[in-house]
């Protein structure tokens, strides 16, 4: 019988959880604590959680290394983009006002954008680091 | 929460076994997202016990199976790191000397946040003004900010996969 097994069951329930945490903590962040980076960081936990206990083959099967490493930059180049397009559309640099038909809008788009590109690379980076350190470790 | 927070730091300093300074570490990460959520900075709290508690604790494990987890004996004399410790302290207390008193009333800090609570709303319609600074207000700081966690990411990546490939440079020692 293997030893694990309470971890492995406790892991299931706690898993979803976390991940829909995580997507709260996102797209809430307009009304309640937290953000794209806490995001990041809770997502990038329970994956990591997964990876401890279920094995690394089994993370890297559902969140595969090259995913991981094209997100990093991604998620720079989401913010960046939105600050650019902020620029076309006739203001400076980030500045969100006219992405939507008023200012509101425009300014809660930009934001929910630009956390999407903040959670992006949060969340890839910590994975990227995770997996260079157990990638040595179990070779 | 002060004291077992000094009192974990003691842990730390004097323990010789590097994975109880790991793990010590973590539980001081914990008391810290504490005293955040006693200060009412939630997100700071949720930071500090993911990223501290969580993920650095993993890493830092990750990163003694790599190497050893004894202390190694320090071969040189303690007097040189004992001054340079010392002297970084000087310099910190010296200049915390012309910081504002804490919860002075005429500091920047306090005197731009009622401008912001009273703009995000009608500016911005984020009702949570932490994020709207965050993301709009000062968007271009956390902007670099994220360039900072890019950066940190693909140095760990370039430094870990190049040695442990057996890149261009192990072949050119042979």
Do not use: C
């Not at chain 1, 030893?3 to 991940?19: N, Q």
């Not at chain 1, 980076?37 to 094995?55: D, H, N, P, R």
């Not at chain 2, 946040?113 to 271009?140: C, H, K, M, Q, W």
């Amino acid at each position: 019988m293997r030893l694990d097994t309470v971890l492995r069951v406790a892991a299931k329930f706690v898993l979803p959880l976390m991940l829909l945490f995580a997507l709260y903590v996102q797209f809430h962040g307009d009304y309640g604590p937290g953000g794209g980076f806490q995001a990041g960081v809770i997502a990038a936990a329970s994956i990591i959680l997964y990876a401890l206990i279920y094995g690394l083959p089994a993370a890297l099967r559902m969140v595969p290394t090259g995913v991981v490493e094209t997100m990093v930059p991604l998620g720079v180049l989401i913010f960046a983009t939105v600050g650019v397009v902020g620029m076309l559309t006739g203001g400076n640099f980030l500045f969100y006002s006219h992405l939507a038909h008023d200012q509101i809008h425009g300014q809660e788009w930009g934001v929910f954008l630009v956390e999407i590109g903040v959670f992006v690379t949060v969340f890839s980076t910590m994975l990227a680091i995770f997996y260079a350190f157990v990638g040595r470790a179990s070779r | 929460m002060l004291t077992l927070l000094a009192a974990v730091t003691i842990g730390i300093v004097r323990a010789r076994d590097l994975i109880s300074v790991v793990v010590l570490l973590g539980a001081y990460s914990f008391l810290m997202a504490s005293v955040m959520i006693v200060l009412d900075a939630v997100d700071v709290a949720m930071t500090e016990a993911a990223v501290g508690a969580g993920v650095s604790t993993v890493l830092m494990l990750g990163a003694l199976y790599l190497t050893k987890t004894e202390e190694a004996k320090p071969v040189h004399s303690v007097l040189l790191p004992l001054f340079a410790a010392g002297a970084t302290a000087a310099i910190l207390i010296w200049a915390t000397a012309e910081m504002p008193l804490f919860g002075a009333a005429d500091v920047p800090v306090v005197l731009a946040g009622p401008d912001y609570i009273a703009r995000s709303v009608p500016e911005t319609g984020i009702a949570n003004v932490v994020t709207s600074v965050l993301a709009s207000y000062r968007g271009f700081d956390t902007l670099g900010e994220v360039v900072v966690v890019f950066t940190a990411g693909i140095g760990v990546l370039a430094l870990l996969k190049r040695s442990s490939s057996g890149g261009p440079d192990d072949n050119a020692k042979v």
